[in-house]
């Protein structure tokens, strides 16, 4: 009879099928190991392995982890580590059946989102334009100005993840570009629409870069290969660095800065196309998610827009 395989060896072939298969990059790849990492001690202290346990072991587990504090999304997390692991090792012929299919997880509110008003996300528009267009601004005060002009209209207008959107190269800024590649999660590649808006932002951000090269700075803004460099060392701008600029931008247009981020601007882009009709798969390939599941959080925005549609259009409706 064949030893069954350790604990240590199945984590190792798990993670491998999700880097080869799935495109997991090391950060969600650490997160896998160290949940599967724990579940195993708990099995090892209680003589179990994950080849062998059963659903009420992993119940217990479950039991344990709110024993010792866990939030109620700590242990979401780790069981959906656990059901992705034994359907791998289903799949893989290593267990004949799932222990973790019937297993129900913490009940959680809702967290979600928050989400900028179109109006809101207007009125920073119309601030970082009039920023960007200050005659009494000094050159270098004008460039910046245009920088985070440039940034928020392109991350509006894409949906991009703060990280894709600081390190987009240079030339994803090509003036007939109507589509930009950009390297994502797992480094995936994805196409992403551009509007005019947009593309004129950055047209007039790389504009005024050239004009910033001047033969004392040989390595200026435009010898740089990012679209967004650094003004300081050399590499492109820092997500902390627009993240702090984007709150003196909101504080300047009369918004909380506590209440926006890239990651707001990332969740209002998809909010405002969903409400506006878009399909939610449509959503799903903007945004790089790669399950689905991901961009459900938005569901709720599809619901009250449905709820609007049949109050106002059904024919018994009361007007």
Same mark, same amino acid.
């Given at each position: 009879?064949?030893?069954?395989?350790?604990?240590?060896?199945?984590?190792?072939?798990?993670?491998?099928?999700?880097?080869?298969?799935?495109?997991?990059?090391?950060?969600?790849?650490?997160?896998?190991?160290?949940?599967?990492?724990?579940?195993?001690?708990?099995?090892?202290?209680?003589?179990?392995?994950?080849?062998?346990?059963?659903?009420?072991?992993?119940?217990?587990?479950?039991?344990?982890?709110?024993?010792?504090?866990?939030?109620?999304?700590?242990?979401?997390?780790?069981?959906?580590?656990?059901?992705?692991?034994?359907?791998?090792?289903?799949?893989?012929?290593?267990?004949?059946?799932?222990? $973790?299919?019937? #297993?129900?997880?913490?009940?959680?509110?809702? =967290? *979600?989102?928050?989400? @900028?008003?179109?109006?809101? +996300?207007? !009125?920073?528009?119309?601030?970082?334009?009039?920023?960007?267009?200050?005659?009494?601004?000094?050159?270098?005060?004008?460039?910046?100005?245009?920088?985070?002009?440039?940034?928020?209209?392109?991350?509006?207008?894409?949906?991009?993840?703060?990280?894709?959107?600081?390190?987009?190269?240079?030339?994803?800024?090509?003036?007939?570009?109507?589509?930009?590649?950009?390297?994502?999660?797992?480094?995936?590649?994805?196409?992403?629409?551009?509007?005019?808006?947009?593309?004129?932002?950055?047209?007039?951000?790389?504009?005024?870069?050239?004009?910033?090269?001047?033969?004392?700075?040989?390595?200026?803004?435009?010898?740089?290969?990012?679209?967004?460099?650094?003004?300081?060392?050399?590499?492109?701008?820092?997500?902390?660095?627009? $993240?702090?600029? #984007?709150?003196?931008?909101?504080?300047?247009? =009369? *918004?909380?800065?506590? @209440?926006?981020?890239?990651? +707001?601007? !990332?969740?209002?882009?998809?909010?405002?196309?969903?409400?506006?009709?878009?399909?939610?798969?449509?959503?799903?390939?903007?945004?790089?998610?790669?399950?689905?599941?991901?961009?459900?959080?938005?569901?709720?925005?599809?619901?009250?827009?449905?709820?609007?549609?049949?109050?106002?259009?059904?024919?018994?409706?009361?007007?």
């Amino acid at each position: 009879m064949r030893a069954k395989p350790s604990d240590t060896k199945l984590t190792g072939l798990f993670l491998d099928m999700l880097a080869a298969e799935q495109g997991a990059g090391p950060n969600t790849l650490d997160a896998y190991r160290r949940d599967l990492t724990d579940f195993s001690e708990f099995l090892g202290r209680v003589g179990h392995t994950f080849a062998d346990a059963e659903t009420q072991t992993l119940r217990d587990y479950l039991a344990d982890l709110d024993t010792r504090g866990f939030k109620s999304t700590s242990v979401a997390r780790r069981l959906s580590a656990m059901r992705h692991l034994y359907r791998f090792l289903l799949n893989e012929r290593i267990r004949t059946e799932d222990p $973790a299919a019937i #297993l129900s997880g913490p009940k959680r509110g809702r =967290g *979600l989102p928050k989400v @900028l008003s179109i109006a809101d +996300v207007d !009125r920073m528009l119309r601030r970082a334009k009039e920023m960007s267009e200050a005659k009494d601004a000094s050159p270098s005060k004008r460039l910046r100005a245009l920088r985070l002009y440039c940034l928020l209209e392109v991350l509006y207008a894409t949906g991009l993840r703060v990280s894709e959107l600081v390190a987009l190269p240079r030339s994803a800024a090509k003036r007939d570009a109507r589509m930009i590649v950009v390297r994502g999660k797992g480094n995936k590649e994805r196409l992403v629409p551009l509007n005019d808006a947009s593309r004129q932002a950055m047209a007039d951000y790389l504009s005024a870069t050239e004009a910033a090269k001047t033969e004392k700075k040989k390595d200026s803004l435009a010898a740089s290969k990012w679209l967004f460099p650094s003004f300081g060392e050399s590499g492109h701008l820092t997500r902390q660095h627009f $993240a702090r600029d #984007l709150k003196e931008l909101a504080v300047a247009s =009369g *918004l909380q800065a506590r @209440l926006v981020s890239p990651h +707001v601007l !990332r969740h209002a882009f998809a909010s405002h196309l969903l409400h506006n009709g878009a399909d939610l798969r449509i959503v799903q390939t903007l945004l790089g998610h790669t399950d689905i599941s991901t961009t459900q959080i938005y569901t709720h925005v599809v619901e009250e827009r449905l709820k609007s549609l049949v109050r106002d259009l059904h024919p018994l409706a009361e007007k």
